[in-house]
């Protein structure tokens, strides 16, 4: 498995999503401003590893914070933070990154300034680790939902490059797999990036796991078939009452397979719950460039001037979500009860 973000030395390196599976290049970042960059134009994305890269950004913009004072280097570390925030609105992992980093040096005024920045990287550190473990155990709870021999649905791309490793939707799924169960994996493509095509299906082949890609439009023929026996995706933010807001077409995905009695599992460690809203009707859904669909690579295929909407991200309501799996367990509705327990 490579690695999604690591420290190299000095500085944050992640791979540079855009171009997998072709190309397995390094995105450098010196600075914060780097990583807020290759959020932005989704040199990683994914909601946890959109968490694991923000904590990283803020250690490398605590570092280049110069004030000696306290004082001075927090209120220019609260700035770099805000600015880390506007980063994607979807997924609430930035926001909950940002939010522990920031507790932590606040809670560190007794020490200087110099130990304060050497121990945010520590922390930024700690976050990756902490992250992989957390996927390694989402896997331990959710492969016991995937029955010997079945065919799991996936949409977009919830694995090892999603997060800090191994995955959400695809640590379920490496777990069974790992488990002997001879799972078989359909890969939705994932207009208009492409995250199922390009890299899910690159992992899932890289971890011997089989896989067939499908163009998105197909998968309620198949589900009608009963050539899908589950489907499991990843989630961007999670309303306390069990909506979840995911890569665009997961809404889709859940009403055919609710209309097709298939189960819809979501995959997701309890830092992408966002337990300050009610509903997915308050998550914010980001709108992305209109070149994303009108252009097919570098080439042009729509007529010029053509109008284009291209939210990133839908809402599927808990209704149509049969469980949530998380690293202290499985929520089951009714989700409001379920979340609660954990805030
Ligand atoms: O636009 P992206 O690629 O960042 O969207 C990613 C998704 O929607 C994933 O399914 C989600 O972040 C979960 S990743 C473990």
Same mark, same amino acid.
Not at 53 to 60: E, K, Q, W
Not at 110 to 123: F, N
Not at 148 to 153: F, V
Not at 255 to 283: C, E, H, Q, W
């Given at each position: 498995?490579?690695?999604?973000?690591?420290?190299?030395?000095?500085?944050?390196? !992640?791979?540079?999503?855009?171009?997998?599976?072709?190309?397995?290049?390094?995105?450098?970042?010196?600075?914060?401003?780097?990583?807020?960059?290759?959020?932005?134009?989704?040199?990683?994305?994914?909601?946890?590893?959109?968490?694991?890269?923000?904590?990283?950004?803020?250690?490398?913009?605590?570092?280049?914070?110069?004030?000696?004072?306290?004082?001075?280097?927090?209120?220019?570390?609260?700035?770099?933070?805000?600015? !880390?925030?506007?980063?994607?609105?979807?997924?609430?992992?930035?926001?909950?990154?940002?939010?522990?980093?920031?507790?932590?040096?606040?809670? !560190?005024?007794?020490?200087?300034?110099?130990?304060?920045?050497?121990?945010?990287?520590?922390?930024?550190?700690?976050?990756?680790?902490?992250?992989?473990?957390?996927?390694?155990?989402?896997?331990?709870?959710?492969?016991?939902?995937?029955?010997?021999?079945?065919?799991?649905?996936?949409?977009?791309?919830?694995?090892?490059?999603?997060?800090?490793?191994?995955?959400?939707?695809?640590?379920?799924?490496?777990?069974?797999?790992?488990?002997?169960?001879?799972?078989?994996?359909?890969?939705?493509?994932?207009?208009?990036?492409?995250?199922?095509?390009?890299?899910?299906?690159?992992?899932?082949?890289?971890?011997?796991?089989?896989?067939?890609?499908?163009?998105?439009?197909?998968?309620?023929?198949?589900?009608?078939?009963?050539?899908?026996?589950?489907?499991?995706?990843?989630?961007?933010?999670?309303?306390?009452?069990?909506?979840?807001?995911?890569?665009?077409?997961?809404?889709?995905?859940?009403?055919?397979?609710?209309?097709?009695?298939?189960?819809?599992?979501?995959?997701?460690?309890?830092?992408?719950?966002?337990?300050?809203?009610?509903?997915?009707?308050?998550?914010?859904?980001?709108?992305?460039?209109?070149?994303?669909?009108?252009?097919?690579?570098?080439r042009e295929i729509g007529p010029s001037g053509v109008s284009v909407l291209n939210p990133a991200f839908d809402v599927t309501p808990a209704s149509y979500v049969s469980a949530i799996i998380t690293e202290k367990g499985i929520?089951?509705?009714?989700?409001?009860?379920?979340?609660?327990?954990?805030?």
């Amino acid at each position: 498995m490579i690695p999604t973000i690591e420290w190299h030395g000095d500085h944050v390196r !992640m791979i540079d999503q855009r171009k997998l599976p072709g190309r397995t290049e390094w995105f450098t970042c010196r600075g914060y401003r780097d990583v807020i960059k290759g959020i932005q134009v989704m040199v990683i994305r994914g909601a946890p590893a959109i968490g694991v890269a923000a904590a990283m950004g803020l250690a490398l913009g605590a570092r280049s914070i110069r004030s000696k004072s306290y004082a001075a280097f927090m209120e220019k570390f609260e700035k770099i933070a805000h600015e !880390m925030l506007l980063a994607r609105p979807t997924a609430v992992n930035l926001r909950w990154a940002v939010e522990r980093m920031t507790r932590f040096a606040e809670n !560190m005024s007794e020490l200087p300034v110099k130990k304060i920045q050497s121990a945010l990287r520590q922390e930024s550190e700690k976050i990756l680790a902490e992250d992989i473990e957390i996927n390694r155990r989402m896997g331990k709870h959710g492969q016991g939902l995937v029955p010997k021999g079945s065919t799991i649905l996936t949409h977009c791309n919830a694995g090892s490059l999603a997060t800090g490793g191994y995955g959400t939707a695809l640590g379920v799924i490496r777990a069974a797999h790992e488990n002997g169960k001879k799972i078989k994996v359909i890969a939705d493509e994932t207009r208009p990036w492409l995250q199922g095509l390009r890299l899910t299906a690159f992992e899932l082949m890289e971890d011997g796991i089989p896989v067939s890609v499908i163009a998105d439009n197909a998968a309620g023929s198949l589900m009608r078939q009963k050539k899908i026996d589950l489907v499991i995706t990843g989630a961007d933010r999670i309303a306390a009452n069990g909506d979840v807001a995911n890569k665009i077409g997961t809404y889709q995905v859940a009403v055919l397979a609710k209309t097709n009695r298939i189960p819809f599992y979501v995959a997701a460690p309890i830092s992408t719950i966002d337990y300050t809203i009610k509903n997915g009707d308050m998550i914010p859904v980001e709108e992305r460039g209109p070149e994303e669909i009108y252009r097919f690579g570098k080439r042009e295929i729509g007529p010029s001037g053509v109008s284009v909407l291209n939210p990133a991200f839908d809402v599927t309501p808990a209704s149509y979500v049969s469980a949530i799996i998380t690293e202290k367990g499985i929520i089951r509705p009714p989700y409001k009860k379920g979340i609660k327990r954990y805030f």
